[in-house]
């Protein structure tokens, strides 16, 4: 047995944890015990990928089975890591279509948790550009599920946390890009309303996405960078710059588990000032900058998830319909604010509608925020989930840890199918998690 956590380092759960070396054996590590499910490179934040009994380790399958150039269309194992595929195809002109916010996750946790990126507004999600996938069932049939062949398990896969079976390989298209970078314009918005407008006119943007500070109160609530993207042309490039920049190692790393005093109201308040006053220096005109740190600021340094403590961090990503949005979101970082140890990691984006039965996206504004391990965090958690369920909004399951099973219901209507054809596929139990415990099973 070993001590196996998501990303957020909360709950810690003992787990019998393989990593099998075949897809025979992958479906030998699930057939012979009732609770598994598998895990990619573990940056779901909370319990989805831990096994209720075993958990299988998928990141040993990592190859790449073909690839047409002439079409982006690629066939990959699951266990591929998108910072390979971005390394390995960027330099031939072809990044993944949506990337979340961090580049270290699996293809096969990309597809269960259908991430969704910057560009969500106006290009959707990972699903929406699968071809199919190959998916081992819990009753032990290897089948291939696409939107014509299976497509009920296909839709219920994807967004699916990994409940329909473990994903072995998929088919997906990748993007035709001519550089590597990002063409970036900085708007400072001085407060909630101004930040939501800016996204609201950056729909027509690629990519768009804001960082909120969430220690402003008063006319300052809700203040934000947002930022916009577009992929930028060779043209655009600084004369002597290669097309593709180099991915680099994070350089810096947090060592220790950072005292639970580090992070206060003082120190919060004080990092979002200087943030907020630096990014609002650059706002006006474009600048060209990496793809690295546009899409993945956060992997710049490495382990990151430590600044929170030993006792780890909950984050809380909901997603609230357009019509009651700025109500809801004002009433939250309000709260939030008041409360002092305010996330200085928070995000503000707007969604389009998922693909998946299970996919998080909904028309609205998603914001995520992070929250160490301490004190009454939980029954304080508790009471924005029910701000966000009264809106009509849900909760993410890919960087959820503790709602509740209410909570959990009221946001996902297509719940019911989704188990029917879950149980379809593994009439028997056999995939489950910690998750699944949580707010799926029987109990």
């Not at 909630?192 to 027509?204: E, H, S």
């Not at 998080?360 to 965090?377: R, S």
Request: glycine share 12%.
């Amino acid at each position: 047995m070993t001590l196996v956590s998501g990303w957020g380092r909360f709950p810690v759960v003992d787990t019998d944890l393989l990593r099998p070396r075949s897809f025979e054996a992958v479906g030998d590590a699930v057939a012979d015990v009732t609770g598994s499910v598998a895990r990619g490179n573990g940056r779901a934040y909370g319990d989805a990928a831990i096994g209720a009994a075993r958990t299988v380790g998928m990141t040993g399958f990592d190859r790449i089975r073909s690839f047409d150039p002439a079409t982006g269309r690629i066939r990959l194992e699951a266990g591929v890591l998108l910072a390979d595929l971005i390394d390995t195809f960027g330099p031939r002109g072809f990044l993944p279509f949506v990337v979340p916010g961090t580049r270290f996750v699996s293809v096969g946790g990309a597809i269960a948790s259908d991430v969704h990126g910057k560009n969500h507004h106006c290009e959707g999600g990972f699903g929406r550009y699968l071809d199919s996938i190959l998916l081992r069932t819990g009753e032990g049939e290897t089948i291939e599920v696409s939107r014509e062949q299976h497509s009920d398990a296909f839709f219920a896969t994807v967004g699916g946390m990994g409940l329909t079976g473990v994903i072995l390989e998929a088919t997906m298209w990748l993007r035709p890009v001519e550089t590597g970078w990002i063409r970036e314009r900085v708007i400072s918005a001085s407060d909630l309303d101004a930040a939501m407008r800016a996204l609201d006119a950056g729909d027509t943007a690629t990519y768009s996405v804001a960082w909120i500070d969430c220690a402003a109160r008063g006319r300052s609530l809700g203040r934000s960078l947002i930022y916009l993207g577009e992929h930028a042309d060779r043209d655009e490039l600084a004369d002597g710059a290669d097309a593709f920049p180099v991915g680099k190692d994070p350089g810096l790393s947090v060592p220790i588990d950072m005292p639970s005093m580090t992070l206060n109201r003082y120190s919060i308040r004080a990092f979002n000032e200087l943030y907020y006053r630096m990014g609002a220096r650059r706002a006006g005109g474009s600048h060209v900058v990496s793809l690295y740190p546009y899409f993945f600021p956060l992997d710049s340094l490495s382990d990151w998830n430590r600044i929170y403590g030993k006792r780890g961090f909950l984050q809380h990503q909901c997603v609230i319909p357009e019509a009651g949005a700025r109500a809801v979101l004002g009433e939250i970082l309000e709260r939030v604010a008041r409360r002092g140890d305010a996330s200085f990691l928070a995000v503000l984006k707007k969604l389009g509608q998922g693909d998946g039965l299970l996919s998080f996206p909904l028309p609205g504004y998603t914001l995520a925020l992070d929250f160490p391990v301490k004190g009454d965090i939980l029954d304080f958690l508790d009471e924005i989930d029910r701000l966000v369920v009264a809106a009509g909004g849900r909760l993410y399951l890919a960087k959820d840890a503790r709602q509740s099973r209410a909570t959990f219901e009221a946001g996902y209507p297509a719940l019911r199918r989704f188990n029917a054809i879950r149980k379809s596929l593994d009439p028997n139990g056999n995939i489950r998690s910690k998750l699944s415990q949580r707010l799926f099973d029987e109990v």
